[in-house]
């Protein structure tokens, strides 16, 4: 991985961080979630994620790259993104992908109800 590709990756990593603890915040002062914050951060990382793709796949030779600027990327990230794990990272990749989709999938709703139960 090259050094773009992990300062993308480092900032995705660090504004999740900051964009939970605002959750936490707003909820602990406020009694609400920053649902506006988070979707603002959902456009964020839809708009990073493809970055990230683009920078670490450069001077890879297993990746064809189109002639194009991230917007088919982005346009086609849900698919794209598993594709691209399992090319360059292998089945191992693919087992990390599916771990932390897992892990978002059962956290948030987690999150909500202990949110919830607390308040």
Do not use: K, N, Q
């Amino acid at each position: 991985m090259g050094r773009s590709a992990t300062r993308i990756l480092v900032a995705l990593c660090g504004m999740s961080g900051l964009v939970a603890v605002a959750d936490v915040f707003a909820f602990v002062r406020y009694g609400w979630f920053a649902e506006g914050l988070a979707t603002l951060w959902f456009l964020a990382m839809g708009f990073m994620m493809p970055m990230w793709i683009i920078a670490d796949s450069r001077g890879d030779t297993r990746i064809e790259r189109p002639f194009d600027f991230g917007f088919l990327l982005y346009l086609a990230r849900p698919i794209h993104l598993p594709w691209y794990v399992f090319r360059t990272r292998g089945a191992w990749g693919g087992a990390r992908l599916a771990g932390v989709v897992l892990a978002v999938v059962c956290l948030v709703p987690a999150e909500r109800l202990v949110a919830w139960h607390v308040g």
